[in-house]
């Protein structure tokens, strides 16, 4: 199994609709990020989570709910998200928050809003 | 403000050399990431840097000045492989990263 798994790779949705991405990492980290990453633009750090706590939340819309469950998985729910949105949204994972350890990303999930 | 700047884009021949450069400008300084992005995959690790110098890890090389707020990535015998995003990104004094928007790496034949 690979580190950092994200689901579904690709997701197209209406401005009304709602939708989660998945996000599980089987490395026995503790703390879990979010990142938006949109063409020539640098990563934006949307949400930390660490030993399934919420340490950050830099300014993101209400339009993405993170959640998570336990320190394998993570989510962000979706609703009535905006083109703008479109992007794609990365998972990463790292022993420990505050540290100097490097980040593991999962591949992606390119969200295409309509 | 906090800052990354490194170059759109290169370009470089197969079995050349390429230097890929990252200018910072943080608020307080503990360590420089080289990440590599082939495209639609995830971000990958190359280095790590925190002290002065030159690090090197087979073809890839990694160069840090903290008095000048500068770092390099040096790939060697480039491949055709190493077509990709390569991403710079600072470790501020609050251990939050600071992103570049990344250097698309060309390899021609």
């Known amino acids: 199994e690979t580190g950092v798994t994200q689901t579904p790779r690709h997701l197209v949705m209406g401005m009304t609709n709602k939708k989660s991405l998945k996000c599980e990492q089987h490395l026995g980290h503790n703390a879990m990020y979010w990142y938006k990453q949109s063409a020539k633009k640098p990563l934006e750090l949307m949400f930390v989570y660490s030993l399934e706590e919420r340490v950050e939340n830099n300014s993101v819309p209400s339009r993405f709910s993170p959640e998570c469950p336990n320190s394998s998985h993570l989510f962000l729910h979706l609703h009535t998200l905006q083109p703008e949105d479109s992007a794609l949204y990365l998972c990463?994972?790292?022993?420990?928050?505050?540290?100097?350890?490097?980040?593991?990303f999962g591949e992606g999930s390119r969200l295409t809003v309509l | 403000g906090q800052n990354i700047d490194q170059p759109t884009e290169m370009t470089a021949t197969e079995g050349a050399i390429v230097q890929i450069n990252c200018t910072y400008q943080t608020s307080g300084f503990n360590g420089l990431f080289w990440y590599q992005q082939h495209a639609g995959e995830a971000p990958t690790f190359l280095s790590y840097n925190v002290l002065d110098g030159l690090e090197e890890k087979g073809r890839f090389s990694s160069f840090l000045s903290r008095s000048k707020g500068y770092s390099y990535l040096l790939l060697k015998e480039l491949q055709m492989k190493d077509s990709a995003s390569y991403l710079c990104a600072c470790m501020d004094s609050n251990y939050q990263l600071i992103w570049g928007a990344g250097t698309k790496l060309i390899i021609k034949p």
């Open positions: 990463a994972s790292s022993q420990l928050l505050g540290d100097t350890g490097e980040l593991f």
